[in-house]
């Protein structure tokens, strides 16, 4: 009996000892998930990205900022680990290009600047460790940009760590359970962010040239005609822009060709199709752009003027104003069209020319694409109003797009030309004048002579 008790209750512990290993082995072997979201999705304090916000790589951290980053960053370290290579800030504040980085923070350039703060980050989790010998050669690495890739290698002779060409100077400057940063010597740039920057640097110092024909000879001397002065290099086009565009609803002077000729030195359809791209990103002008390219074909027009040497600024209403129009004031023919040339002046300004215009002169007037109804502009509490009373509005959205050849402005309410006063004419009675005949001055003196004796009745004309 003690036997059996004794038997049944080790056998009884020992399959209980069995199903506590079993119970716990499946957490033993299953890998651990850091789990850096918290409640909502917030990042954990825990995480690369507020390691990277609260670090030394200040610069950076505002640059991510600024390109609306944060969301997209925060979905890839929810799905995997991420390594950063942070520039340090002196590589950011001084060693940099100030046109370059003029460019970066400009907002049409929003898409150059996310490509290239994706291009310094590999979704993969790299550590100083795991840095390929010299004798490996070069490793790739895709970046979140996903057309970006990294080439991570080692220097002959010292052994330093390089991406691309750039030297480590911080390995493993920061490690967190769901990344690491690196610290690196100075901004890696995309060959596709170089090529934007050197286009957009290089359309101010580059003119429409006239095209060149045959060379013709003087008949009188039987010499080549010499040929005309080159035209100097930004230049404005020979032709005034109204000469240039297409015929529309009011525009009577037919096509007339640019200074360009066929020959485009200006990508303009590019730059058009840039700068609707930055309303709709920007947010609040999508009813313009829809009138631009849906509605009229004015983008079109704007493309071939920008190829062939001109400049252009549009003054563009946001959504709340476009809404006021009516639909009388759009069904009409051609009434789109007449609304946006007054929009588009045929000058380049920005927000600060504008400005210090008006604060100069006081009332300035604008050519605008609406010949000849000129939009005025004027000071008022601190920013630039255009047009008069209920027809006014203000500049609240300034250098949408600024590229050299297109500006864009963003007002508050849509603009119409001042009417014309009509002139009410009277009409005109019919009053009958008697005209006496003129006398000769002989007969004058006849008549005179007669009258002092009383004798002028003897002539009919006195």
């Given amino acids: 009996m003690d036997r059996c008790i004794y038997g049944c209750s080790t056998l009884s512990f020992f399959f209980f000892s069995l199903l506590l290993i079993a119970s716990a082995s499946p957490q033993t072997l299953e890998p651990v998930h850091h789990n850096i979201t918290g ?3 917030q990042i954990n304090s825990n995480s690369v990205l507020v390691a990277l916000l609260d670090s030394r790589y ?6 991510v900022e600024k390109a609306l980053l944060l969301q997209t960053l925060e979905d890839a370290v929810g799905r995997h680990n991420i390594t950063i290579f942070a520039p340090r800030n002196e590589a950011l504040e001084r060693d940099l290009d100030p046109d370059f980085k003029r460019f970066l923070l400009q907002p049409g350039n929003l898409k150059s600047l996310q490509t290239l703060l994706l291009s310094h980050i590999v979704p993969i989790r790299v550590g100083s460790t795991q840095w390929p010998e010299e004798s490996t050669g070069r490793v790739k690495h895709v970046t979140l940009g996903r ?3 990294l080439h991570l290698s080692k ?3 010292n052994g330093k760590r390089l991406v691309n060409s750039a030297v480590i100077t911080r390995p493993d400057d920061l490690t967190r359970p769901d990344g690491l940063i690196h610290g690196i010597e100075r901004l890696l740039i995309p060959r ?3 090529e934007d920057f050197n286009r957009r640097r290089n359309l101010r110092s580059i003119s429409a040239v006239l095209p060149e024909g045959a060379p013709e000879i003087d008949p009188r001397t039987n010499r080549l005609k010499k040929s005309a002065a080159a035209v100097p290099a930004g230049s404005p086009p020979v032709l005034p822009i109204q000469s240039a565009m297409a015929p529309g609803p009011s525009l009577a002077p037919a ?3 640019g200074p360009g000729g066929p020959r485009h030195h200006f990508n303009g359809e590019a730059q058009v199709k840039d700068f609707i791209h930055t309303l709709l990103h920007y947010g609040g002008y999508n009813e313009m752009a829809d009138i631009l390219v849906n509605l009229t074909s004015l983008a079109t027009e704007m493309g071939r003027l920008v190829s062939e040497g001109y400049v252009l600024t549009v003054l563009a209403p946001n959504d709340e104003a476009m809404a006021k129009l009516t639909t009388d004031q759009l069904s009409e023919p051609g009434a789109p069209e007449q609304i946006m040339y007054y929009h588009i002046i045929p ?5 600060e020319s504008m400005y210090n215009s008006v604060r100069r002169f006081g009332k300035v007037k604008y050519e605008t694409l609406r010949f000849p109804h000129k939009v005025a502009a004027k000071e008022a509490d601190g920013s630039v109003k255009f047009g008069s009373g209920d027809r006014s509005a203000y500049l609240f959205d300034p250098d949408i797009y600024t590229d050299g050849r297109i500006s864009v402005q963003g007002i508050d309410g849509v603009l119409f030309p001042e009417e014309e006063e009509e002139t009410v004419k009277k009409p005109s009675g019919s009053v009958k004048k008697v005209v006496q005949t003129r006398r000769g001055k002989l007969l004058e003196v006849a008549c005179r002579m007669l009258g002092a004796i009383g004798k002028d009745s003897y002539i009919s004309k006195c």
Avoid at 58 to 63: C, D, G, Q, S, V
Avoid at 347 to 351: A, G, H, I, L, P
Wanted: net charge negative; no cysteine.
């Fill in 347 to 351: 000058e380049y300004q920005t927000e």
């Fill in 192 to 194: 596709s962010v170089q």
């Fill in 155 to 157: 220097t002959k002779g």
């Fill in 147 to 149: 057309d970006q890739v």
């Fill in 255 to 257: 096509p007339a060709p």
């Fill in 39 to 41: 409640s909502g999705g």
């Fill in 58 to 63: 200040t610069e950076l951290a505002e640059l």
